[in-house]
Structures are given as C-alpha cells and as structure tokens.
C-alpha cells in the first residue's frame, strides 16, 4: 500500500520530499488561452528561458510541462505571457486526494491493522467526503491578465507578437502559417500576375516585401486564380458605367429591404434610399439590355446621385480623406475584374489627372453625374 502511494505521489505531486537524483520529473498540465495570433510564441518564449520540457496543445489551448520545478514556479512563469492561466483542477484534486491518502497511511501502525471508528464528517482533516471532492473539480484558480496583443490590432499581413517586455509589436506573418484554402474560389491574383494560395498568403508575402520596389509595386489585383483578361475595348469602355451604376442602385435598394434585420444603412442613408425603393418609375432588377439602361439613367437620374455617393463614401475609409487609393478601391475591384474586364481601364480613366487617387469630382463625373449635383454632404 505504501510503495503505491508512494509512486503516485512523486509521479503526480510536484512538492514530494524526494529529491536529488531519485526526483523525477513531473508533467503539469495547464490551461492556457491561446485565442490571439502569436500566444503560442510567447508561451514558447517563456517556457524556453526557464530550460524546461514542454508541449503545446494549440486546439485544446493546453500547455503540458514536464519538469521537477514547483507548481507555483511554473504557474506563474507562463502568467508572464499575459494570457489567461489555470492549472488543470482535475490534477489540482488528484493531488490533494492523494495527500490525503498519504496522511492516512502514515499515521497507521505498519504492523497493525489501524481500527477506523465512523466519525462526522469534517471532524477529521484528510476525510474526503465524495460530494465535496466533486465540487472541488469545479473550482478553477483564473488569472485574468488581458493579453497585450487583445486590443493592437495588425494590418493585413502581420500578426501581434510580443516582445521580451511583453509589449504588443506587429511583424510579418509567416506564410506557412497561414490556413490551407478551402478550395480554388479562395485564391487571388496579385499584380504581379502570380496566383496565391488565399488572400492570406498574398498580403504576408506582401509585407515580406516592405521596403522594396517589388513590395511597393505589388497589389491584390483580383480574386480568382490568375487569367488572361481581355483587353479593354472602347465602347466597352463606354458601357461600363452604365452596368456599374444599375447594380449601385440595386444594391442600396436590397439593402434597405433587408434593413431590418441588419441595420446595414443608418437613418439618414434610410430616408435617402426610401424614395428610391418607393418610385413606382424605378427600373426594377434584372438582365436589361444597354439601351435600356441608358434611357433609364436620362429618365431617372435623381435615382443615381445618392448611389454612386454612397459607394464612394464606402470605399474612402482608410483614411476617410476625399480620395480613393488603389488599396481603398481593391475591395471593389478585386471581385469585379474576373466578370468586368473593362475594371482596371474604367478605374485609370476615372483618375482624370493621373495622381493615382480618385477624388469624389473624378469619381461622380466617371458615373455621369452632373458637377452641379457632386455634393460631399451626401456621404452620409
């Protein structure tokens, strides 16, 4: 019976009084909460400096050390990393339980069979009552440190990491890291012309680049596997606008459908978009030839002042300056180009003094809207 509880005792008890060269090391298993990019790095950072076995449960957000160091000791160096720390209360029990037994068998003679009276419950300090040993397993010592990574937010192609002194820092994502696509939809051609694995893969191969002529130069072109794009003709040119401008208007227009179970607009965009949606002349959805489209636009036009604003005002976020940069216009363009092949042309003609932005005037004049009725008020 002794040479059991003995065993146990040192395989599950970090504090056990053997020691030396008979001490073995213990594996200590911990619950650690690794939700943010780069947390197991700064597990990996802690646990390495204090020259201990360790393994790393990522999707069970898990930590198993195996070392003959105190419980304490390693508690607290992985509370260093500023995450969320608690020790596995089912091994927390397991140990005091088997102290328990450990007092227990101690105490009796060896040579005698120890006579046990019933006895109350509590009266005795080691008793363990079956109840109360399964309410103990509910009890979790938490450390709440917000990690310095919860609030720094990275722009696409970092992730947040932290350094020796545990301050957030945002540093280039490692491809590898990034997840397997799901399939070929998720792909995305740079301009480079060279297909990526998913957006993912493209702006961490980005940011690898900062500095460079190559990285500078190098944009998400369009979503999709790489192509040959048809050149551009110009009365294609012409006919563009006028698609563009139907599907803004469609758009507002589903939105404002589907308003209230969303809230996708805000009130001001509501009262705009509701005369639209309640004009018994408004061209309703759907395949329409360009003649139509034309005559609909000259009939119309009041229809299309606040779309085309509207969209502007979406795309002009970061900054929100009056001007649209080709990294501000990618969410607009990259999905357009695989079934637009006129995009890319559009876009460059709409860019009237070359400066590589798109100012609110060049924009509105590319959808035809009259100079007279460009009014910034109406980003709303």
Same mark, same amino acid.
């Not at 999707?59 to 000791?73: M, Q």
């Not at 990275?154 to 947040?160: E, Q």
């Not at 493209?202 to 040959?228: M, Q, V």
């Given at each position: ?20 060269? $008979?001490?073995?090391? /213990? ?17 990996? #950072? ?5 020259? &201990? ?14 070392? $003959? ?40 003679? +060896? !040579? ?11 009266? *005795? ?23 310095? @990574? ?8 970092? &992730? ?36 990526? %694995? ?9 940011? +690898? ?22 050149? @551009?003709?110009?009365? !294609? ?5 006028? #698609?563009? #401008? ?15 179970? *969303?809230?996708?607009?805000? !009130?001001?965009?509501?009262? #705009? ?5 309640? *004009? ?10 360009? $003649?139509?489209?034309?005559? $609909? ?56 003094? /070359? ?10 004049? @590319? ?5 007279? %009725? ?7």
């Amino acid at each position: 019976m002794m040479d059991l509880i003995s065993s146990h005792l040192i395989s599950s008890h970090p504090e056990s009084e053997i020691s030396g060269a $008979d001490a073995e090391h /213990q594996t200590h298993e911990f619950f650690v909460d690794m939700t943010c990019e780069g947390c197991s790095g700064a597990v990996t #950072r802690v646990l390495k400096k204090i020259d &201990v076995k360790f393994d790393i449960d990522l999707p069970n957000k898990k930590v198993f050390i195996e070392s $003959d160091k105190d419980t304490g000791v390693l508690l607290e160096t992985l509370k260093k990393t500023g995450k969320t720390v608690t020790l596995n209360p089912k091994m927390r029990v397991w140990i005091v339980f088997l102290l328990c037994l450990a007092g227990k068998a101690l105490a009796a003679p +060896a !040579e005698e069979e120890p006579v046990i009276d019933e006895v109350e419950v509590g009266s *005795n300090p080691v008793q363990v009552e079956t109840g109360e040993f399964d309410e103990a397993i509910e009890i979790v010592e938490d450390f709440a440190v917000e990690h310095p @990574c919860l609030n720094h937010h990275c722009k696409k192609g970092k &992730v947040c990491e932290v350094d020796d002194n545990n301050e957030p820092l945002c540093v280039c994502q490692d491809p590898l890291t990034c997840p397997a696509p799901a399939g070929e939809f998720e792909h995305v051609c740079g301009t480079d012309n060279k297909t990526y %694995d998913s957006s993912c893969h493209f702006f961490a191969t980005k940011c +690898a680049l900062e500095g460079t002529k190559k990285g500078h130069k190098l944009h998400l072109d369009y979503i999709g596997p790489c192509k040959l794009i048809a050149p @551009c003709l110009k009365n !294609e040119l012409g006919e563009f606008p006028l #698609r563009m #401008r139907d599907w803004l208007k469609n758009v507002m227009v589903t939105l404002y459908e589907r308003d209230d179970e *969303n809230n996708l607009l805000n !009130e001001k965009q509501k009262l #705009r978009v509701k005369k639209i949606y309640e *004009n018994e002349k408004r061209l309703i959805a759907g395949d329409h030839s360009l $003649d139509l489209l034309a005559l $609909d636009f000259e009939k119309n036009y009041n229809m299309y002042i606040f779309p085309v604003h509207w969209q502007f005002g979406q795309l002009d976020q970061h900054p929100s300056d009056g001007f649209l940069s080709h990294t501000e216009l990618s969410p607009l363009r990259a999905p357009l180009i695989p079934m637009e092949h006129c995009t890319t042309s559009f876009f460059e003609a709409c860019d009237a003094d /070359q400066d590589k932005y798109i100012a609110l005037e060049e924009w509105a004049g @590319c959808f035809g809207i009259k100079e007279q %009725d460009i009014d910034k008020d109406l980003i709303v």
